[in-house]
């Protein structure tokens, strides 16, 4: 990948759990050049990884550093560990209330990724806190949040509480003090090109230690395939969802391989699963062993789809993934033309959360959702086919209007 910034580079060197001394002296080469350093705490901020920049820094070259640049990035760092320390604590407090209730809940991502990936629970950012729940408890989850002074974001009523259970995969809690948290029961939304099963992955949870307390998480399997879903679902627009895989990877010596891959062909996400893995071994180095390649090499289309991800990681923003962009995504990732015609199916058939806050319906009436949609979303598309047109007209050259 060819990045001609060296302020792109340096966030490249640093998104990583640790240094080798080629990197380290690399790094440290890197500095020693005219750089904005404006424009690098932007990008930093921008792609989540301060907490990086600033370990690897002041561990490698902190006489490189500004005095002015010194300060504030070690502000932002200040602030990210009070924040993970906070999120932490609560984590504690909310995983304690449903065990109090009988009520099983899985941390992932946040604390327990930060553990695992990185050994240190400051050294990644997030900003709110990722519970996996039974898919029949939700509604106890929902009450017992809300007795402890959390609320929905979005509030839903009751027609559209149970759409979203139906049609959904997760939902928003947050409190007065801005505590955020994404309760799931499913870890992508049924409209999706691949499913999890989320049976299996309880029964293959592991323990993590969280301020000397025992808790249970997904395996590291189980997470670096959420991780790589995840990713692709935003198409790996932020370098630090493509360190915390590479972190994960590296720190987690007994990763099952063969299992993770297996588990990905069940879910039919294999191109996802290796795009992600792609990204991290190439971008930032991370020891995929040569045996994941051999028996499936990174195809073109994996090639491809990463050479527009690095493409697209400095430019000056991200575009938002619409149903047409998100269709040639998936589509991208599917090898047969029955998985590519079921996936087109599911994906523009399956109701979203637009179409029953659009309209709510008692559970009797759900399966008209199926029947509205194709309504909703050519009343869409033909809308904002009407605004291109009319801007075109207006455009003094008559065709300059610009099509997305």
Request: aromatic share 8%.
């Amino acid at each position: 990948m060819l990045v001609p910034r060296p302020e792109d580079q340096i966030l490249i060197c640093v998104a990583r759990r640790s240094l080798d001394a080629p990197e380290a002296a690399n790094l440290r080469q890197l500095l020693r050049r005219d750089l904005d350093w404006n424009y690098l705490l932007l990008m930093a901020q921008r792609h989540r990884v301060v907490a990086s920049l600033h370990y690897h820094l002041v561990s490698e070259c902190p006489e490189a550093i500004p005095a002015k640049v010194s300060s504030t990035l070690a502000r932002l760092n200040q602030e990210n560990t009070r924040s993970n320390l906070l999120l932490t604590g609560e984590l504690l407090k909310i995983i304690g209330l449903f065990e109090a209730h009988g009520i099983a809940a899985v941390p992932f991502k946040g604390p327990t990724l930060a553990l695992w990936a990185y050994g240190d629970v400051g050294r990644r950012e997030f900003g709110d806190l990722d519970i996996l729940v039974k898919k029949y408890d939700v509604p106890a989850v929902r009450k017992l949040l809300l007795s402890e002074g959390f609320a929905p974001r979005p509030e839903l009523n009751a027609a559209q509480q149970a759409a979203s259970l139906k049609f959904d995969c997760s939902h928003n809690f947050a409190n007065e003090r801005n505590i955020w948290l994404d309760v799931h029961w499913d870890f992508v939304v049924p409209s999706a090109s691949v499913q999890i099963d989320t049976n299996q992955l309880w029964d293959r949870l592991q323990p993590i230690l969280v301020n000397r307390r025992e808790l249970k998480t997904v395996s590291v399997e189980d997470l670096l395939l959420i991780l790589c879903l995840h990713g692709f679902t935003h198409f790996w627009e932020r370098l630090g969802w493509i360190g915390d895989v590479a972190a994960l990877i590296d720190s987690q010596k007994k990763i099952d391989w063969p299992l993770l891959l297996n588990n990905a062909d069940r879910m039919g996400s294999r191109r996802i699963l290796l795009l992600g893995l792609y990204l991290a071994s190439e971008l930032l180095g991370a020891s995929v062993p040569p045996d994941v390649w051999n028996g499936t090499p990174a195809d073109a289309t994996v090639m491809a789809l990463a050479d527009q991800v690095q493409s697209g990681l400095f430019t000056d923003g991200t575009q938002p993934v619409g149903i047409l962009s998100e269709l040639r995504l998936n589509l991208a990732t599917k090898e047969g033309k029955r998985d590519k015609l079921a996936s087109c199916i599911r994906l523009v058939a399956t109701p979203r959360v637009d179409d029953w806050k659009l309209l709510p319906l008692p559970g009797s009436l759900f399966f008209l959702y199926y029947a509205l949609r194709p309504f909703r979303l050519t009343g869409k598309y033909a809308a904002k086919l009407l605004r291109r047109s009319a801007d075109r007209e207006a455009s003094p050259n008559g065709n300059d209007g610009v099509v997305s």
